[in-house]
């Protein structure tokens, strides 16, 4: 799952990333709505966590931005806001979660799991190919009923590729999957994972399209 964390405190962004990583989440964490701006102009995201105090200015404008542009990503707000008038404000824009800090970082998790399962994207689907199992809401690979472990990239390209299945997934949106805003993409990398991927899942689960991409066999 790829997220947005819109976040000034650092004492607050680096945990919290640290956190989400470790169930292989991949977190973009900017500072300032402007920032935020260029990425989301650039990315998808799965799902948005927005702090409401920023440097320059406040979240609940670029929630409506979002929602006015009729980008639907889910976002949960995640401030110390705790009036009931600003939760209103914030869900009338169509803020999917409030989250009042200080908060627990498993109830922030549980709530990104609860937000995504709502949303249209249907993160709680599970995927058969042959004899593979994929659950993308608990990013479980089962091949004949055993436990198949990836790393946290391999499960990126493998998650990207199988949410578009039947569809030539472009190169340059696989390496968007496995690397952060502005990160230098490491050269071959993507081969790499996608070399492993065949080798751990079977070589002829992922179909190579030369000069495009590459997509989930049928």
């Known amino acids: 799952m790829r997220i947005l964390l819109i976040e000034d405190e650092a004492a607050l962004a680096g945990p919290m990333m640290e956190h989400l990583e470790v169930d292989h989440h991949l977190v973009e964490w900017f500072s300032t709505l402007d920032e935020a701006e260029s990425a989301v102009r650039t990315s998808d995201y799965d799902v948005v ?15 409506k931005s979002l929602r006015d542009r009729r980008i639907n990503t889910p976002v949960i707000i995640l401030t110390a806001r705790d009036k009931v008038s600003d939760r209103i404000a914030g869900l009338n824009l169509g803020a999917d979660d409030y989250v009042i800090k200080p908060f ?22 599970t995927i058969i190919i042959g004899d593979l199992n994929i659950s993308l809401a608990d990013h479980i690979v ?3 009923g ?3 472990r990836l790393t946290t ?33 490491e050269s071959n990398a993507l081969e790499a994972h996608i070399s492993r991927l065949r080798s751990k899942l079977g070589k002829d689960l992922i179909i190579t399209h030369r000069g495009l991409g590459y997509g989930i066999a049928g």
């Open 49 to 63: 966590l927005l702090d409401l105090q920023l440097p320059d200015g406040d979240g609940l404008g670029f929630l």
């Open 104 to 125: 627990d970082l498993d109830e922030v998790k549980a709530r990104i799991h609860t937000v995504c399962r709502r949303s249209a994207d249907q993160r709680a689907e």
């Open 142 to 144: 089962l091949q004949a």
């Open 146 to 148: 055993h436990p198949i």
């Open 153 to 185: 990239k391999e499960w990126r390209v493998l998650e990207t590729l199988v949410r578009r299945k039947s569809k030539i997934v472009l190169k340059e949106s696989l390496e968007a999957a496995l690397y952060g805003f502005g990160e230098e993409i």
